[in-house]
């Protein structure tokens, strides 16, 4: 139904101009050959070039109207037609305001007077016509009232939409920026939280392991304390940045690492006591950054959780160069026991709807007593 009113205007709007001018130059010449009016008894050509001439008009009432309504008030006084008049009724109730409309009126009562005169001096059917006390009084409100009053009404009615319109798109913007607010006002609550709890519990990991660095006598003790304070310091660093975007009224992106990164990252969980070796197959390629940040954070995902759930399996993290796209592999092996660290299960799901979002897919599934990670990043997808 919306398509077909959406056609309907269109066409309206394209030929409502050429089919206006025909009307009214057709009601002209019927007028002046006495089919709806009183019939002229000027030479034909006189009917035919006013009838010409309103109809042209009436075309061009979208850039001008007051030659409309000067051919309205000639029309009216050499043809007795009320075709263009009627139009030009209309139209002024429309789009005049204030002094313009008050002289359309004044001029409208100067052309029903001289249509007055006119008649007197013709007589006959025309005096009786136009110039009757009767049909004077019908042909104002006809011609000029009815026309007018419709315009007044027509222009009311667009006005009031258009208020309307305004109002709601003002309520949308507030309510816009309502939610703005309070989505600003839950990150900087979410961000102050954040740093209330998981910093100050993360400086204190620092804080010990520095002092344990420094007092113990076993060297195994004195690098595994180092390790934990370089990596606490690190966790520090990321969630400064992680809680400087929270604090941001607007979008921002958190720094991102990509596939130039991956050895890092390994060495960092080799560094942690994880057994995990990497290796490469296909013909290395250039990627959109899209997919080796994507990459980067499944590989990030997996160590992680063999680090929670299986530090002591040995891991594979191999990378599949294909010709559209890059598989990522992560896989581990049974684990020899140990209390597995707690863990949401949120990560995996995050990793899934970001490889979905560029067209891939991810499959993370228990395989011979290990566990499997692997997802498929297309290069069409991030393009």
């Not at 929270?246 to 994880?274: F, H, M, T, Y």
Request: hydrophobic share 50%; with cysteine.
């Amino acid at each position: 139904m919306a398509s077909s009113a959406v056609a309907l205007r269109r066409v309206v709007q394209r030929y409502g101009p050429l089919l206006l001018a025909v009307t009214v130059g057709a009601a002209v010449w019927a007028s002046a050959t006495g089919d709806i009016g009183v019939r002229s008894p000027l030479p034909a050509a006189v009917p035919l070039v006013l009838a010409l001439l309103s109809g042209w008009t009436a075309g061009m009432l979208r850039t001008r109207r007051w030659p409309l309504f000067l051919v309205a008030a000639v029309g009216w006084w050499v043809l007795a037609a009320a075709a263009a008049g009627v139009v030009a009724s209309y139209q002024a109730g429309l789009r005049l305001r204030g002094r313009r409309l008050a002289g359309f009126l004044a001029g409208a009562a100067v052309v029903l007077a001289g249509g007055v005169l006119v008649g007197l001096a013709v007589g006959g059917v025309r005096r009786m016509t136009t110039a009757s006390t009767g049909n004077v009084l019908l042909l104002a409100a006809c011609l000029v009232g009815l026309p007018l009053v419709f315009g007044l009404w027509v222009r009311a009615r667009r006005d009031t939409l258009a208020a309307l319109r305004d109002r709601a798109e003002r309520l949308e913007r507030e309510q816009a920026a309502r939610a703005d607010r309070v989505r600003a006002e839950e990150r900087t609550r979410i961000a102050r939280e954040m740093h209330d709890v998981v910093a100050h519990r993360v400086s204190l990991m620092v804080v010990h392991a520095g002092a344990l660095e420094v007092t113990a006598a076993d060297p195994a003790t004195v690098e595994a304390a180092a390790l934990i304070r370089t990596t606490g310091r690190q966790a520090l660093t990321d969630l400064r940045e992680v809680l400087g975007v929270l604090r941001q009224a607007g979008p921002a992106v958190v720094p991102e690492r990509g596939l130039d990164a991956l050895d890092e990252l390994i060495g960092e969980s080799r560094a942690a006591g994880l057994r995990v070796c990497r290796r490469d197959e296909g013909v290395p390629s250039a990627l959109p950054a899209t997919v080796g940040r994507t990459a980067y954070r499944v590989v990030r995902e997996a160590l992680t959780n063999v680090r929670k759930h299986a530090g002591d399996a040995e891991t594979t993290v191999c990378l599949r160069y294909l010709s559209d796209g890059l598989e990522v592999v992560v896989r581990n092996g049974p684990s020899g026991g140990g209390q597995p660290l707690p863990g949401a299960g949120q990560g995996l799901l995050g990793l899934r709807e970001r490889v979905e979002v560029l067209g891939g897919r991810l499959e993370a599934t228990p395989v011979d007593g290990g566990f499997l990670v692997r997802a498929l990043i297309p290069v069409a997808g991030a393009a």
